[in-house]
């Protein structure tokens, strides 16, 4: 049986989630987005969980998608990545979890880390961490929220020069711009985490769900017709010659050329 790629254990009224692929750097690929979707939506429904707390295993939180794995889910609807009777954390293809995020973060934190980050309430960022929204720099576009989320968290000139260079920059930086609610000393996130998250459990759940459902609503209105044309956006981008020498390019760490074709 394959080694779980998303670990699981609740402490109290938090649940934690931890990315287990440190060999990869935690680069998602199709189990753990499927397992991490699953225990979204078990901690959605257990009545039990307040707060869910997201992490990763080892040095780096997530070096972004496991494209290799994940472009056989690729559609000409886009990409197919939450199962039945999941929650996609990112609050694209289905509604969000109903219960705050506490996102920590540490290390390499690229792409749908990013993005995850972005449909959390809270994150926490170790010193060491070096965030990028890189998808430009390999022929596509972010497909995990940042272009309508960045800009409305960060402000429209912080998340412009990032989502359209590819630059990664630091915590410190991500701090500046509010991208994240603080920077720890290096390995002290979770444990930070788990302070805020505690401090949200202390709450009245109920009253806590419906802050975050009425937050939520200007939210969702902005992001709803942006949203829908994201699919075949993406959709043609991976069918293009810019992707395919992206990917190259990658895959051989060098720097790739485009042509716009």
Not at 27 to 48: C, H, I, K, V
Request: proline share 5%; charged share 20%.
């Amino acid at each position: 049986m394959a080694e779980p790629l998303v670990l699981v254990s609740t402490t109290g009224h938090i649940r934690h989630l931890q990315l287990n692929r440190a060999e990869k750097m935690n680069a998602a690929n199709r189990q753990m987005l499927s397992e991490l979707s699953l225990a979204y939506a078990q901690a959605d429904t257990d009545p039990n969980v307040r707060v869910v707390v997201v992490s990763a295993v080892g040095d780096h939180f997530t070096a972004g998608l496991d494209l290799g794995d994940v472009l056989g889910t690729a559609t000409e609807s886009g990409l197919a990545l939450t199962p039945e009777g999941g929650i996609d954390p990112w609050g694209i293809t289905t509604p969000p979890i109903s219960k705050p995020v506490v996102v920590a973060v540490q290390g390499t934190c690229l792409t749908l880390g990013v993005e995850l980050i972005l449909a959390s309430e809270l994150a926490v960022a170790d010193e060491t961490t070096v965030f990028g929204q890189l998808e430009v720099t390999r022929g596509i576009m972010p497909f995990g929220g940042a272009t309508t989320r960045f800009s409305q968290r960060v402000g429209w000139a912080n998340a412009s020069r990032y989502l359209l260079t590819g630059e990664t920059f630091t915590a410190q930086e991500a701090l500046r711009i509010g991208l994240i609610n603080e920077v720890v000393p290096q390995g002290t996130q979770v444990d930070r985490a788990m302070e805020l998250a505690a401090l949200i459990a202390d709450q009245a759940p109920l009253a806590v769900q419906a802050t975050l459902r009425n937050a939520r609503v200007a939210r969702a209105s902005v992001e709803k017709e942006a949203l829908s044309q994201l699919p075949a956006e993406l959709a043609a981008l991976l069918t293009s010659h810019d992707f395919q020498a992206g990917v190259a390019a990658f895959t051989t760490r060098s720097k790739p050329e485009f042509t716009g074709k």
